[in-house]
């Protein structure tokens, strides 16, 4: 018997050795698991000014017949929402963003009714005002309004707002708000300049099927939409992906 007793005692240490790396991996397994578990932090809802435009009755109305025109629904308010659209305003203050959106008159490019809003606008010192209630549709994007919270920033290009750290945070910390208190992934984070991607985009006007604007284009949002990731991260939020590249619609 004695020539086993070494083989006994090797096959035991194994044995040992054996629970304890499955000891192991149970740990780092329930760490894991806590991590997982663990609650995000709430994003703060950032100051926002309210400085509501006219929407009244009439407003109202003009809503839903322009609805009922592009996406076939009737009613003034949003679906959702499900995507935030980031704008540029081409303005040069807050005063003359509001003194285009507050009257309620045709727009110059496409001369339609209701007049056009975004829901939000950050301003050049970081101050955010809003301009109509959250449920309720604006013309910002040609074939999102159904669905899009629109937030227009004071300046002329992607650029200004990227090199402006005070806008560009509000700007942030007002998306990432809207992002958890609406459950909206980053993928579906945009800028007006990829409309037409987007799988919301929905619109049964042909002659505007492929209509989108120039600002912010996919590089500058990429740009964004890290930074915002990086803030979403600090959160303890799961930040998603940025919405993969798509093709534009056929003869876009």
Known sequence: MEPTAPLLYGASVRSVRAVRLLAAFA??????????????????????????????????????????????LDRWRIVGPHVIVEHISVASSFASVYST?????????????????????????????????????CRHTVGLNWTAIGIEHVGFSDADVLANPRQL?????????????????LRNVIGHNESLTS??????????????????????MNVYRRKLAALARSYGLAVGLPPPPRPRPAGC
Do not use: M, N
Request: net charge neutral; charged share 25%; proline share 10%.
């Open 27 to 72: 740990a780092l397994a329930l760490l894991a698991s806590a991590a997982a578990a663990a609650p995000s932090r709430p994003v703060p809802r950032p100051t926002i000014v309210w400085k509501p435009i006219p929407f009244g009755a009439k407003r109202r109305a003009e809503t839903v017949a322009y609805a009922h025109r592009h996406y076939g």
């Open 101 to 137: 959106f507050a009257p309620d008159v045709p727009d110059s490019e496409l001369h339609e009714l209701p007049g056009l809003c975004a829901q939000f606008v950050v301003d050049r010192d970081g101050t955010i005002y809003q301009l109509v209630r959250l449920d309720t549709i």
């Open 169 to 185: 945070e509000a700007s942030l910390r007002l998306t990432l708000w809207l992002e958890q208190r609406f459950h909206i992934p």
């Open 199 to 220: 799988p919301y985009h929905h619109e049964l006007d042909p002659s505007l099927r492929c209509q989108t604007h120039a600002d912010w284009k996919r590089a500058d």
